[in-house]
């Protein structure tokens, strides 16, 4: 994979050129993405900054979130050729930090779970995930340093896990969503891909203008194994994950203890779906309206299915999210970190479903910050979920980054 | 004014067709408008529906929120002729329930606070007040029994107190703000404008599906009046109104006390503005990058002073307004709704300002709802807010019904 740490290395040692990084890309994609098909537009002639932490580094961008110089088209047909007037929040960001947002990477239309046609990079015959299929498969792959993805139950974290790289999705709004095509206000999260922890750290600090944002966390953390045996078990692959992130943990000084989730954390699992396809229902409501045949199956079936909701179930399910935001937040006083599976398992043999996000969807609910770390061993990727407190971004990098470390090791 | 519910009773007595009541709008803004310059657009040749709870009701749009029909300019060159894709999700629920959006009105640009030219109906030399200058306007005068305007400081509060109309700022996200422009995704918050505030509960509950939204309120609500002292005194006139909006309540049996406020929300108070501004430099990121000169002078001006928040700062605001959030839902224990000053006076006297959003900042930060209750008595019209807890819309529109029905009485 590409490190954006290892490029803006040498990009200060002055033996990479910002232009000569691009370049590196650009090769990269030339040579693979043909099996991959991580792409739906590609800037031939992007500016190029010389200068900001970022100088040198393309990014993927996820085909829901706005881009002024390169069509935005939210996997669907509804808006092919789409040209928005700005771009979006996070990408005049990343443009102002020196990053060069080359590439537009592919997405389920808006988002939600029909799949995309882009193959796992390390297997093609395997889903990379979704909904930000392009951007984790164009990691994953070594064709780019960072990419953008958002999550509104699953799909950042689970691609991450698929295609092999690590992902945040951080705290709510850390990063805007202003700009980015929304499912589900509630739970749209924008997040991160790239190759390691340290690029994350690096990227997350840059976009947030949130300096050391990784720094002062604890040494030696104390960290809760939860297993969510309210969404049923995991695969025997994600399961020896996740025992192997745990014994790496306590070799680099981690308090390591299983913990049982509170009766609260199963009951807002439970209404996830509900909250989402209610907000899904209002947020796409003129492509329902005026476009619902050329909606594809899944999409239009939870738009379908929006309609019946109530605005008490609605007000309920919120509710009971509110309630287990406190709880949660009580039980970060005994821990620095929650760890668990990123995925049921590794990506599953079909490019008919982008897998399943049960794992992820109690964490988008309680809006708090989940990192991917991947985990060395088998043919096809798995990953582990580091989990931190609302607002605990750092800590949460801190602890991936240990874990990660000590897997190495 | 146009009255929702009374053009709603000739439609359903069958002595008026939806087309006839969009049709005596086009005769008050062709009559009238001249004098005002509420719109940005009108379409010519809307579809008009026959059914629905809002057949017949012809919507004013600020524009700040998408229609695919009309232009959407953001008060700004910078999207002259601009025409997004997609209707907002407001609009496009609207429209399900069979109102009309008939025209765009005029916004300051990017609703922050540049005066538009849109003058106030009750004298020419006064303002409107603003960001929601034309939404405002329009139903004051009389031209449109409905519209829509956003409130990220007292952006439809104050220009309702100015024009003397009924409004209504719902609690944070009960209308999505999905395809509205953002300035501030903490704070923005999509609002209605009518006549009355039987009008505004009736459009509240078909825009929101939630039926009899108003019903089953406390028959003798507790009134806590509160002049947040913290803002400075309010001028005579609003005062007065403030007197005899105390007066009618507890003439139609409210239980009214003064109360003063827990330090806590003049806290929060203090820092609205931080968060604001802070969310604005990112959300307007691509236009104060690549075009900052067409940028009028008030926005460019905030969006300047953003880049020296830091985010540490902003961090600490969010703190003590999930506080105050905290402090006053134990208040609301105690009272069934607050009343307040709209703005501190009728409107100035002067097209260069949009007026003082002082008695507003807190209520938009604490996310509850808002109603504009007008004061009958001066040339110039002078408002009341009642303010209920979070999600009590319903209750906030019962005691602001029970007033102005005393006003009157």
Not at 164 to 177: D, V
Request: with cysteine; glycine share 10%; net charge negative.
């Amino acid at each position: 994979m590409l490190s954006i740490l290892d490029l803006r290395a040498r990009i200060s040692a002055g033996t990479l050129t910002p232009a000569g990084a691009i370049d590196l890309c650009r090769e990269a994609i030339d040579a693979r993405d043909g099996d991959i098909g991580a792409f739906v537009a590609i800037d031939p002639d992007p500016a190029i900054p010389e200068e900001g932490p970022l100088a040198g580094i393309a990014v993927g961008v996820k085909d829901i979130i706005d881009t002024a110089a390169l069509p935005t088209q939210m996997g669907s047909v509804i808006y092919e050729g789409w040209r928005p007037r700005a771009d979006a929040a996070v990408v005049s960001r990343l443009k102002e930090r020196g990053a060069v947002p080359l590439a537009k990477t592919t997405t389920t239309a808006f988002a939600s779970s029909d799949p995309t046609a882009t193959r796992n990079p390390h297997d093609p015959g395997h889903t990379p995930g979704g909904s930000s299929a392009g951007s984790a498969a164009a990691v994953g792959a070594g064709l780019l340093p960072l990419a953008l993805g958002t999550q509104t139950a699953g799909s950042v974290i689970r691609p991450a896990s698929f295609c092999g790289c690590a992902a945040i999705k951080p705290s709510f709004r850390l990063i805007p969503t202003v700009g980015v095509k929304t499912y589900s206000w509630a739970l749209d999260t924008v997040g991160l891909f790239a190759a390691g922890v340290g690029d994350l750290a690096y990227a997350l600090a840059a976009v947030t203008g949130r300096d050391g944002i990784d720094e002062g966390a604890a040494s030696a953390p104390r960290i809760a194994v939860v297993r969510q045996d309210f969404a049923d078990a995991a695969e025997p692959a994600a399961e020896a994950a996740l025992a192997r992130a745990c014994a790496a943990a306590e070799r680099a000084g981690a308090h390591v203890s299983d913990r049982a989730l509170p009766p609260e954390l199963a009951a807002a699992w439970e209404r996830h779906r509900l909250i989402q396809d209610f907000e899904a229902g209002q947020a796409l409501g003129w492509e329902y309206r005026h476009h619902r045949d050329a909606l594809p199956p899944q999409v239009r079936g939870h738009l379908d299915a929006s309609g019946e909701i109530t605005p008490a179930a609605y007000d309920d399910a919120r509710r009971h999210a509110h309630r287990a935001r406190r709880v949660l937040k009580d039980l970060f006083g005994e821990f620095d970190a929650i760890l668990t599976y990123s995925a049921p398992g590794p990506a599953p043999v079909s490019l008919a479903s982008t897998g399943d996000a049960r794992f992820n969807r109690l964490w988008t609910l309680m809006g708090v910050p989940c990192v991917n770390v991947p985990v060395p061993g088998d043919r096809l990727p798995v990953g582990v979920q580091v989990i931190g407190r609302f607002g605990g971004d750092g800590q949460a990098l801190a602890v991936a980054r240990l874990i990660e470390n000590a897997l190495r090791g």
